[in-house]
């Protein structure tokens, strides 16, 4: 593992490798916080072992310059998802520098990538790693496949724990909160900030037009649904990563709270002056969403975001995942995904609309017929043929 050089004078010019990336370094411990605050051309400083997809896309998203993260973005604990994309993506990756880069570097300082190192204006070293390239990372990805089976153990051991705690809410509903909502047999659609959620969102316009879902935003997914033009009815988690404005927009707001009952996203929702009500639950958000709306009666449950397959739940990097796979198992076909959803539906026209259709087609027709001149033509034509038959007919009976 690649030592960081404390305190180095050692200048960028001596090195062989000529200037690379260069821009303003943001530095958080948090991926999620630093996303808010990048803007295109910013060199990220993260410390998050195992960049994870969703993480990836958000940091892609901002289109920062490169990405320096104190821990190694790739540990072998099991094959992450995030730094191919971030590579694929075309964004350098500085790794596993040591958290020493916290106190060396300052927010806001002008900094440049060389090789594998990370220098200062003036070509202080402050940061050396790994420079992560394509094969480099298929390689690691390679060796941490060995490590599935571990993870693979691992999380099933925590299911088991997490169904012995709480198998009353899985199993009866116990303890989910009373809601204004109104659920009972209708379809509702919960979106997380995750994987493609908004080709998701998009891909669901006829659906959500059609069918009037209850629109549930989990944390930063309220954010997602404004973004798309849409108005929560509903705001579920801990609050730590949906703005202000979403959560004053009107939506019920539940926050998700510890088994024991605390609620850390509390006091927020209440200096805004929006009333609120808490879920204590050891599972994650999107879960206690999903079995709130199983609970009060939804006829279907249509998921955005959320995680689908193992290697998405060991992806997420945490034991909580267990909680999404014994959901899944809840739920059972009431829960659909996004993307089947989008591949399978079809827009409904009502009969009165396919009636309102054909008229106004006609319309149209006798519109243009009766303005043109060969049109005119022909209504003559069709008057003298339908006076001849009235004639016809009177002689016929007189």
């Given at each position: 593992?690649?030592?960081?050089?404390?305190?180095?004078?050692?200048?960028?010019?001596?090195?062989?490798?000529?200037?690379?990336?260069?821009?303003?370094?943001?530095?958080?411990?948090?991926?999620k916080n630093l996303t808010k605050r990048l803007r295109p051309g910013d060199i990220a400083v993260i410390d998050h072992v195992d960049i994870d997809r969703v993480s990836a896309d958000a940091l892609v998203g901002t289109k920062i310059a490169a990405v320096v993260n104190a821990a190694p973005s790739i540990s072998g604990r099991y094959p992450n998802l995030g730094p191919e994309i971030l590579i694929n993506a075309g964004i350098p990756l500085l790794d596993d520098v040591g958290r020493e880069v916290f106190t060396l570097l300052k927010e806001g300082a002008r900094v440049h990538l060389e090789g594998n190192q990370l220098l200062t204006e003036d070509g202080t070293v402050v940061a050396e790693g790994t420079a992560h390239t394509s094969e480099s990372v298929a390689a690691a990805m390679t060796e941490a496949k060995a490590g599935l089976s571990t993870q693979l153990e691992a999380f099933a051991a925590n299911t088991m724990e997490y169904m012995k705690r709480e198998r009353a809410l899985l199993l009866d509903g116990v303890g989910v909160p009373d809601v204004a909502t109104d659920f009972d047999g209708r379809h509702a659609l919960i979106v997380v900030r995750g994987y493609d959620y908004k080709e998701d969102l998009h891909a669901l316009r006829s659906y959500i037009r059609d069918y009037r879902p209850v629109l549930i935003g989990v944390d930063g997914g309220a954010d997602a649904l404004i973004e798309a033009g849409y108005q929560p009815d509903m705001i579920v988690g801990d609050m730590d990563s949906v703005s202000d404005d979403s959560l004053t927009c009107g939506a019920e707001v539940v926050v998700h709270a510890y088994p024991d009952g605390r609620a850390p996203g509390l006091p927020r929702v209440e200096a805004l002056g929006v009333p609120a009500i808490t879920f204590p639950a050891a599972a994650t958000s999107e879960d206690i969403a999903m079995l709130l709306a199983d609970e009060k009666g939804a006829k279907l449950i249509v998921a955005v975001g959320t995680h689908a397959t193992l290697v998405e739940f060991l992806d997420k990097g945490r034991g909580g995942m267990a909680s999404t796979f014994l959901t899944r198992l809840r739920l059972g076909g009431k829960l659909v995904d996004a993307k089947g959803v989008s591949r399978l539906y079809r827009s409904r026209i009502s009969t009165a609309a396919l009636v309102v259709l054909v008229l106004a087609a006609f319309v149209a027709i006798g519109s243009a017929v009766a303005v043109s001149a060969a049109g005119r033509v022909y209504l003559d034509l069709l008057l003298d043929q339908w006076n001849s038959f009235v004639f016809w007919l009177e002689n016929l009976f007189s």
């Open positions: 593992m690649p030592n960081m050089r404390i305190g180095t004078l050692r200048r960028g010019r001596d090195q062989e490798s000529g200037p690379g990336q260069a821009g303003t370094a943001r530095l958080d411990r948090r991926t």
